[in-house]
């Protein structure tokens, strides 16, 4: 609907949902402009979909990615070489440069496409609400955090949170990271490359002392995606316990975000023998681990970049946010298990906190848009739970689903590359 609005969006658009919210960690973006959310509180589920703004899949395409006025792993974007349709398109979403002799650089600004991009939605939600239509969810929410809008649909008893990023999606891999291809990886031999450099995008989101309307950080979200087939349940389960622990512990002064520990998790696979890693049992080893590389990388103010190792992630920190964070992180440390129980405690008080939310909106009688027929009181969460069903059967397989926006009652889906 809102490439329907102004035909700026992709007609044949490619979106990548990720499961767990920009405050997870999913995505390398910045937390401190992001609004909070508390699971139970304000959702149930949450989850981060990339949308492509400018989709740039053709080879013949050429494409400036401008890296002289930006840290490592951050580049402005020119359209300078792009054609007059789409400068003209997108030139209110720009920042206008003029040169010495006389030409005109068009750079896409990702602050300028995130206001655009909130403006749109916000008048598709607005129609929506207008003319609710069968199987349509609830719109509980909207919000903009920084370059990031923040969902909160009601999908039949439950409230899921989307962050909507907008993105600009490439084919292919960056010269910037080839170098990291020639090295050896925990992934060597159970995908192929062409499967983890399928492509990259570039996420808004500027550097510590970048210019925030004209960078854009770079993302392998959809590379993460294929490498975490990789990792064992024990370690997956560690990072999701350890991640539990410091989310909140490290979150001020802002130093320490889940897209670090992700890191780390990484370089541990690449650093360590597969053997070991595949210890169904290490899960409390592998925890521990993860906790000392965290203390290590904090210390010594080094956390690289897993697929641009030249790019330092923690070189801006003071030495007083690097200390305060390294106490804290000594007293998990000292007594994990009993931090451990702490956030498990919280999980289950938001679980409870969900099921009572749930139990008292069963309870009333408001006409939902989503019924279907028969009872108008029943909500209709079928999607949902065919996408849980669809996941739950098929782990570690990618699944996507086609929806009509003119008919968002009959779903189409695709378990790699089989069709249903």
């Given amino acids: 609907m809102v490439q329907k609005l102004d035909q700026k969006l992709p007609v044949a658009n490619e979106y990548l949902l990720l499961s767990g919210g920009v405050r997870e960690g999913v995505v390398d973006l910045d937390l401190d402009e992001l609004n909070v959310y508390a699971r139970g509180t304000d959702y149930d589920m949450d989850f981060t979909l990339l949308v492509p703004a400018l989709k740039l899949h053709d080879r013949n395409q050429p494409v400036t990615l401008d890296m002289r006025h930006s840290a490592l792993c951050h580049s402005w974007l020119s359209l300078r070489l792009f054609d007059e349709g789409t400068i003209s398109k997108w030139k209110d979403c720009c920042?206008?440069?003029?040169?010495?002799?006389?030409?005109?650089?068009y750079f896409f600004s990702p602050t300028k496409v995130a206001d655009w991009f909130y403006d749109s939605i916000s008048i598709v939600l607005s129609e929506i609400q207008k003319k609710p239509q069968r199987g349509m969810p609830k719109v509980e929410k909207v919000e903009k955090n920084g370059t990031i809008i923040s969902i909160i649909l009601g999908v039949g008893s439950s409230r899921m949170l989307y962050d909507i990023?907008?993105?600009?999606?490439?084919?292919?891999?960056?010269?910037?990271?080839?170098?990291?291809?020639m090295e050896n990886h925990f992934w060597d031999g159970k995908i192929t490359e062409e499967e983890v450099i399928s492509g990259f995008y570039l996420v808004p989101a500027c550097s510590y002392k970048g210019k925030k309307d004209n960078e854009w950080r770079l993302s392998f979200a959809r590379s993460e995606v294929q490498l975490k087939k990789c990792i064992s349940s024990s370690l997956m389960q560690a990072y999701q316990a350890c991640k539990a622990i410091i989310i909140k512990l490290l979150s001020r002064p802002k130093a320490i975000s889940p897209y670090h520990l992700r890191s780390m998790m990484l370089w541990a696979c690449d650093r360590l023998p597969a053997n070991y890693l595949a210890q169904e049992d290490y899960a409390a080893h592998f925890l521990l681990g993860l906790i000392d590389d965290l203390q290590h990388c904090l210390v010594n103010k080094m956390c690289p970049n897993y697929f641009i190792p030249q790019c330092n992630m923690l070189e801006h920190l003071s030495e007083e946010t690097v200390m305060l964070h390294a106490r804290k992180l000594s007293s998990v440390r000292s007594d994990p298990a009993e931090h451990l129980r702490t956030a498990i405690e919280h999980v289950k008080a938001a679980n409870r906190l969900t099921l009572e939310l749930q139990?008292?909106?069963?309870?009333?009688?408001?006409?939902?848009?989503?019924?279907?027929?028969?009872?108008?009181?029943?909500p209709d969460d079928r999607l949902a739970k065919k996408l849980q069903q669809l996941v739950t059967e098929n782990p570690g397989k990618s699944i996507s689903v086609f929806i009509n926006p003119d008919d968002v009652t009959r779903p189409h889906f695709r378990i790699d590359d089989k069709f249903f």
């Fill in 359 to 378: 139990r008292r909106g069963s309870t009333t009688s408001i006409p939902s848009p989503q019924s279907d027929g028969g009872d108008p009181n029943q």
């Fill in 165 to 181: 990023v907008p993105v600009v999606s490439f084919k292919g891999w960056p010269a910037v990271a080839q170098s990291w291809l």
């Fill in 95 to 105: 920042t206008i440069v003029d040169h010495i002799n006389g030409a005109t650089n």
